[in-house]
C-alpha cells in the first residue's frame, strides 16, 4: 500500500460508482499508505465495500482472482506490472494506467487503459468494463496470455536467439543471469521457503522448456541461499 501504486486515486474513481452499483473492491497488500486509505474510506462511507486484506500468499492471491470479475492497476508508475500478468493468466479483464510496459500487455479484448492520476478516466473505465463484462471472454484472455506471456512462450522466442539471457523476478527482487547452453546461473535470495520453491519451480520450468527446443543443448540452473 505505497503512494506509487495509486490506491488512493482507485478509491477516489471507485467511490463515484459504487453507491449505483453492486461492487465490492479487494486491494491486497500491506505499506505506508494503510491509514489513509483506511480514512478515505471512512470519507466515502465505503466499509462495507472496500476490503484492504493485507498480505497474502500466493494460493490466497490466486483465490481471490478466481473470485473476482475484473482487475484494475492504478498505479501512478510502474516497470511491468507482474500482477497485471496475472491477472490475465486467469482471464480476468484489466482496468490499467498507462505506465511502464502495461501497454503492452493491455488491447481491446482484454481491457481498457486510462491516463495515470486521473480519477475520472478511471472511474468511467471501470464503470464502462463492468456494465460490458460479457464483452470479454475469460479463456480467451487467458489463452492470449499463454500465446504472449508465458514462460514457455517467452524462453521459445528468446532461446534460438541468445547466447546470455537475463530473467528479472520482480516478486523476488532479483535478477537471474541464464547462460545458453549448458552454464550455472547463481541466483541470490532470500533463505526462505517460498523463495527457494519459486526458484526451483523456475528452475524445472526453464529446464524443461530448453530440452523441448532442442535436445542437444541442456540448461541447468543453481540457486545461492542468503539469510
Known sequence: LFHIKGYDI?????????????????IVGEGNQRTLLQQLIVKHNLQSKVLLVGRKSRPEVADILANSDVYVSSSRN???????????SVGLPVVATICG?????????????????DVNALTSAMLKITQNI?????ESIAQDFENRFSTKT????????CSTICVFAPTLKL??????PLKT?????????????????????????SSDINPEKTFKITYILKN
Do not use: Q, W
Open 10 to 26: 482507485l478509491i477516489e474513481a471507485f467511490a463515484k460508482i459504487v453507491h449505483d452499483n453492486n461492487f465490492k473492491l479487494t
Open 185 to 209: 546461473a547463481p541466483i541470490v535470495t532470500k533463505n526462505t521457503a517460498g523463495d527457494k520453491a519459486f526458484i526451483e519451480s523456475f528452475a524445472s520450468s526453464i529446464s524443461n522448456i
Open 134 to 138: 460479457s464483452n470479454y471472454n475469460r
Open 175 to 180: 535478477f537471474i543471469p541464464l547462460k545458453y
Open 154 to 161: 517467452i524462453v521459445k522466442n528468446i532461446f534460438p536467439n
Open 78 to 88: 510502474e516497470n511491468f506490472s507482474v500482477s497485471v500478468l496475472e491477472a490475465l
Open 101 to 117: 510496459g502495461i501497454k503492452e500487455c493491455i488491447n481491446g479484448s482484454n481491457g481498457l487503459l486510462v491516463p495515470t492520476e
